[in-house]
């Protein structure tokens, strides 16, 4: 009876043991009891969980525990995003553009008819535009034959038209003008980031949006986000949605683009959506301009580890870009038949984490894996080799004492083997025997 005891007695020490080192485990392994008596749960008016912190002046970050349902689905979907390029002025590709106002640099071709003394010979000038037209000054201002120099930056073609037909009726005629712009310089916009061409764009009298100054800047580049584009616009930044624009998948509009605009596309880094846990692969994701969910993002990462995930503790993290708004931690169990559609609708977002959580047994046969070198390299160190049941007088002993007999090749066996065969021999009450050749 003592030697069944002392086998119960140094299973249940092995056992607890190992429960008390899971906090060793490598890797990133979340433990929902570590933050235990830091949180109290409350819940809202809504139906929310919400996990705040025990202590009011504590640094803990409140957060909300938010089960994936139908309703919650719907509710994310009722919910836009706030695009705050509904305020900038829009492109209508149909409405008829504004008149271009004459600014510095530009090149304007001045036509006196039955005068042609007034228009210098082409020959003479070549066939550059800069060349042939007249030149508007840095400080907006022009020179004409008998006009003399005048102001004529912030003038429409028409108006600096009906100006020089004014003056020179002093010196001509009846004298009919035409005037037109042959080389616009003056207006100009910044095009930056992932674009085939960064640089400078020109605006000429057709009116563009942030879609033809990326097409004029030679479309996105293979690393460039499908998702976003920023506009500054008087030192102000306007974050766009570019997946809208490029995908049709809802109404976004295209902003007109206006001298001193400038625009910038980030790479894809700010789009990854984050797997780790017990998935097959953690790895990002990048979201391209079309939508990803859960379950989409679960295949791209090979599936839930068949040996070691949870499949009803998938979590997803998320953080608010508003300081008032709480992180949101998502719960999911896919053990449910139905969770399966769930997750087909459930969209991530850009910066989610999703976690899958292990079995408790996956992690206490990491636990045993770190236990292995360690035990083999005890139990072949010089000395330890030789084994009681070698000897004839441990074989012969029937004093009652009790001894374990390990082998010289437990090293290769994992130690949770080793407790189930000790199991076996309390509960069949039989003589341990040795485990592995004696040497």
């Known amino acids: 009876m003592l030697r069944i005891h002392a086998r119960l007695f140094l299973l249940g020490s092995c056992l607890l043991a190992l429960a008390g080192c899971t906090h060793i485990l490598p890797g990133l392994n979340l433990n929902p009891h570590a933050e235990r008596g830091q949180y109290h749960i409350v819940k809202s008016s809504s ?17 909300r525990m938010l089960p994936i349902t139908a309703d919650l689905i719907a509710a994310e979907a009722r919910t836009d995003p706030a695009d705050i390029n509904t305020h900038l002025p829009a492109l209508q590709p149909g409405a008829v553009p504004p008149a271009y106002r004459i600014g510095s640099g530009d090149s304007l071709n001045i036509t006196v008819w039955d005068h042609p003394e007034l228009v210098p010979p082409a020959s003479a000038l070549g066939t550059d535009p800069a060349l042939i037209g007249q030149l508007v000054a840095a400080d907006g201002t022009m020179f004409y034959p008998y006009v003399g120099t005048f102001k004529v930056a912030g003038m429409t073609s028409v108006q600096a038209q009906a100006y020089l037909t004014d003056h020179l009726k002093n010196y001509i005629r009846n004298p009919q003008v035409g005037v037109r712009v042959i080389n616009y310089q003056a207006d100009r916009i910044e095009v ?40 500054i616009r008087h030192g102000i930044r306007y974050d766009l949605d570019l997946a809208g624009l490029l995908s049709g998948d809802r109404v976004v509009p295209n902003p007109m683009l206006v001298p001193g605009d400038s625009i910038h596309i980030p790479d894809q880094s700010g789009d990854e ?29 090979g599936g839930l580890d068949v040996k070691t995930a949870n499949s009803a503790g998938v979590l997803v993290f998320r953080l608010s870009d508003k300081p008032s708004i709480p992180a949101s931690i998502f719960t999911l169990d896919l053990s449910k038949a139905s969770s399966v559609f769930l997750a087909s609708q459930f969209q991530l977002q850009p910066r989610d984490v999703v976690y899958v959580k292990a079995t408790d047994f996956a992690q206490y046969n990491a636990i045993i894996a770190q236990f292995l070198p360690t035990l083999t390299a005890i139990f072949q160190a010089p000395g330890s080799h030789r084994h009681p049941t070698t000897s004839r007088r441990s074989r012969r002993s029937t004093s009652g004492k009790f001894s374990i007999c390990f082998g010289p090749a437990v090293g290769s066996f994992s130690l949770l083997w080793w407790a189930r065969y000790c199991w076996v021999c309390c509960m069949s009450r039989q003589p341990c025997r040795s485990i592995g050749p004696a040497v």
């Open 273 to 301: 959506v984050f797997m780790l846990g017990a998935v097959t692969t953690q790895l990002p994701i990048i979201i391209q301009q079309n939508s990803l969910s859960l379950l989409h993002a679960l295949t791209k990462a």
């Open 47 to 63: 139906g929310i969980y919400e996990v705040l912190p025990n202590n009011p002046d504590s640094t803990l970050p409140p957060y």
């Open 192 to 231: 930056t980031g992932e674009v085939s061409k960064p640089g400078t764009i020109t605006l000429d009298n057709t009116a563009k949006g942030v879609l033809q100054a990326i097409d004029l800047s030679g479309g996105l580049t293979t690393t460039a986000s499908r998702r976003r584009v920023i506009l």
